[in-house]
């Protein structure tokens, strides 16, 4: 039985990872806003640090797998709040565990980014930079210039940044002994889609967001990825991210890999 500690616990992918851990034997310690073994608000420093407090205790100090699904979607106000979740949310709880992951077996990390974390390349994203310097001023201005277009940009930013915070971390976590992937899915199935498709800014993007594949992934098909990227037979994947998108990220940028 292996300790495994999953962000976003309670909906969506979070959910069917949990499942899907727990019905293989493992014990899962689920972090999540309510319903989760951990109550924690991610979106505040001091949501991040109980979090990781409250993690070490229950799961004294060992974890054996870590996987990051908390996240939030373009339509939350304000958008700030987006970038504490799905950037800050994810980097503490990443730093903040690794002492615990390498006192793991076979240890490792995944985190579910976004195939929109490729729609705005780190030298386009103006959130990279700042987010990387931890100038909050910054982001706050660029989000505040950014009026309408604020919501996709922290979000497509966000993913974008902690996609590059991952693969920054590949060298000192491979030698810390604990393998650290990303998963960047396209559209599924999930209360954080509907509630995109409801909101009359970025319902229609959506929609129109069709995959080659032409449907949307369930939460399942994504958390049989993290369960493949978190296992003995992933013992030399590290530092990668995989698309799960229905082939929408070859069709976007077929020449770009
Ligand atoms: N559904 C999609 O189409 C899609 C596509 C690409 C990437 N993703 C990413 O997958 C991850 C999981 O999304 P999902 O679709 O399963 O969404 P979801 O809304 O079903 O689940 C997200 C979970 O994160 C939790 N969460 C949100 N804010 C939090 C906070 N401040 N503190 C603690 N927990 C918080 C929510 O309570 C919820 O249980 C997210 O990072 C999302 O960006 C989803």
Known sequence: MSTIVISGSASGIGAATARRFRDAGHRVIGIDLRDGEVAADL??????SEAVASVLAASGGVIDTLVLCAGLASHVVPATKIVAVNYHGAVALLDGLLPALQKGRSPSAVVVSSVASTQLPWDRNPLGAPL????????????AAAGERAGHLAYAGSKNAITVAVR??????????VRLNTVAPGAVETPLLQAGLADPRYGNAIRDFVAPIPRRAQPEEVAAMIAFLAGPEAAF????QFVVDGGIDAQARPTQF
């Open 43 to 48: 979106s505040t420093s001091q949501g991040r």
């Open 132 to 143: 990387e310097a931890g100038d909050e001023a910054r982001v706050e201005a660029v989000l």
């Open 168 to 177: 920054r971390r590949v060298k000192a976590w491979a030698q810390a002994g």
């Open 237 to 240: 994947v590290h530092g990668a």
